[in-house]
């Protein structure tokens, strides 16, 4: 596994760079978020597109890493601007992926973990002010 090259990946990539999952990823790799879950390259490969066709100017960048025997917790920014809703203005969701590797050092098992409550839905217009309203009403 060389983690500092994977993370050199995420933090320069670019739509070209969807291209180049093969060199991280093993064949039969598992990804799941919040919103996809799928294995094989190709299917991640076409999460990363529609990202890039989703939002403008998206950027990861990762702040820490956490690594064992067993594989590697990475805690990220991924920094965008939004098309659809929010004027265009920049945006900030936090999460960690929890990566495993295969005997060639490949990803084989990649899971991300956000709050798409605080970093997506309080964001959106309607959706947002309703989220907002509720979690007064339930905080202590």
């Avoid at 991640?44 to 990861?60: K, S």
């Amino acid at each position: 596994m060389n983690l500092d090259k994977l993370i050199c990946f995420y933090n320069e990539f670019a739509p070209d760079s969807v291209a180049s999952f093969p060199e991280f990823y093993s064949a039969d790799a598992y990804f799941k978020d919040p919103f996809n879950e799928v294995r094989g390259i190709a299917a991640i490969q076409r999460i990363f597109t529609h990202m890039f066709g989703q939002v403008a100017e998206p950027r990861f960048v990762v702040t820490e890493k956490v690594v064992d025997e067993n594989g590697a917790m990475l805690i990220w920014e991924f920094c965008f601007r939004v098309r659809l809703w929010g004027k265009g203005e920049a945006q900030v969701m936090r999460g960690v992926s929890h990566l495993r590797f295969d005997a060639d050092g490949k990803v084989n098992y990649h899971r991300d973990y956000w709050d798409t409550a605080e970093e997506l839905y309080m964001k959106l217009p309607a959706i947002g002010s309703l989220m907002r309203g509720l979690r007064r009403v339930l905080a202590a």
